[in-house]
T-cell receptor
Framework: SAVISQKPSRDICQRGTSLTIQCQVD?????MFWYRQQPGQSLTLIATANQGSEATYESGFVIDKFPISRPNLTFSTLTVSNMSPEDSSIYLC??????????FGQGTRLTVV | SQQGEEDPQALSIQEGENATMNCSYK?????LQWYRQNSGRGLVHLILIRSNEREKHSGRLRVTLDTSKKSSSLLITASRAADTASYFC???????????FGKGTLLTVNP
């Protein structure tokens, strides 16, 4: 199984600012995913981040709000831009293992005040 | 949407009892996965069952899949207080490995 490290684990941010979340994997993976979990809710896919190409965003998510970088096969970042209280959520990165199971980082708990 | 839907939304049992959670989905899938989440932390992968499988076991966990009914169940036997968590099913239907999650079941195991 892949070991995924996310930073920061939590943060409290002022509205209007931006936060960049880092995701580091202990092995090379082709596909990485970013999910959002709003308070008391389930997970929703934000985008798929593939190395060497633009991220693919799901309906309701746009690059200007959630820019993603994928500079190599072990690392990705998600930025939450121009934050509002509605962005308060847990953000999780995920990778697919060799048997197609998905593994998740510990998440970043973001509170926007 | 392929969304999984769990029921019940919440389940409270005594230690030692069995807990059963159900998941339904809407379209064809490649696999269905179950996850556990403790107190809003990261997700722990529990078990994956493929569309051509009907039942899988892992320790105290038993998962069934009925593709004709588009449903799955997760059984936790001899529950422990440490099993207290939210449990989510997630389905994957394409070659892109994207997961669509259900709303989850909050399981409370009372000592």
């Amino acid at each position: 199984s892949a070991v995924i490290s996310q930073k920061p684990s939590r943060d409290i941010c002022q509205r209007g600012t931006s936060l960049t979340i880092q995701c580091q994997v202990d092995s090379q993976v082709t596909m990485m995913f970013w999910y959002r979990q709003q308070p008391g809710q389930s997970l929703t896919l934000i985008a798929t981040a593939n190395q060497g190409s633009e991220a693919t965003y799901e309906s309701g998510f746009v690059i200007d709000k959630f820019p993603i970088s994928r500079p190599n096969l072990t690392f990705s970042t998600l930025t939450v831009s121009n934050m509002s209280p509605e962005d308060s959520s847990i953000y999780l990165c995920s990778v697919v293992g060799e048997y197609t199971e998905a593994f998740f980082g510990q998440g970043t708990r973001l509170t926007v005040v | 949407s392929q969304q999984g839907e769990e029921d019940p939304q919440a389940l409270s049992i005594q230690e030692g009892e069995n807990a059963t959670m159900n998941c339904s989905y809407k379209t064809s899938i490649n696999n269905l996965q179950w996850y556990r989440q403790n107190s809003g932390r990261g997700l722990v992968h529990l078990i994956l069952i493929r569309s051509n499988e009907r039942e899988k076991h892992s320790g105290r966990l038993r998962v069934t899949l009925d593709t004709s009914k588009k449903s799955s169940s997760l059984l936790i036997t001899a529950s422990r207080a440490a099993d207290t968590a939210s449990y989510f099913c997630a389905v994957s239907g394409g070659s892109n490995y994207k997961l669509t999650f259900g709303k989850g079941t909050l399981l409370t195991v009372n000592p």
